[in-house]
């Protein structure tokens, strides 16, 4: 089974960008769907973006124009891009695999990368 493994967090004020990193252990060409999640302190975890094979890619309404999800299989890596970040973006993130209906994660949960969104 391919780890997913996630970094670039960090602190990052209003209006700012971040770009996070989720590198495979394997190959992801045959992975169908691959998302970033996210869970604030004392929240659930919610889906923020996802990308299928093909490279279609869905987002969470809350997201929607500021953050771009890509994969580039030849290095076994999907990128979220965050623009325009608002303090409500802060959360830890994860990535893992997922199938459909959306939204539940498929593989085991790494230990995420923190953004926090501050002034």
């Known amino acids: 089974q391919v780890q997913l493994v996630e970094s670039g967090g960090g602190l990052v004020q209003p209006g700012g960008s971040l770009r996070l990193s989720c590198a495979a252990s394997?190959?992801?060409?045959?992975?169908?769907?691959i998302g970033w999640y996210r869970q604030a302190s004392g929240k659930q975890r919610d889906l923020v973006a996802a990308?299928?094979?093909?490279?279609?890619?869905n987002y969470a309404e809350v997201v929607k124009g500021r953050f771009t999800i890509s994969r580039d299989n030849a290095k076994n890596t999907v990128y979220l891009q965050m623009n325009n970040l608002k303090p409500e973006d802060t959360a830890v993130y994860y990535c893992?695999?997922?199938?459909?209906?959306?939204?539940?994660?498929?593989?085991?949960w790494g230990q995420g990368t923190q953004v926090t969104v501050s002034s």
């Open positions: 394997g190959s992801i060409a045959s992975i169908n769907v």
């Open positions: 990308i299928t094979r093909d490279g279609t890619a």
């Open positions: 893992n695999t997922d199938t459909y209906p959306l939204g539940y994660g498929s593989g085991p």
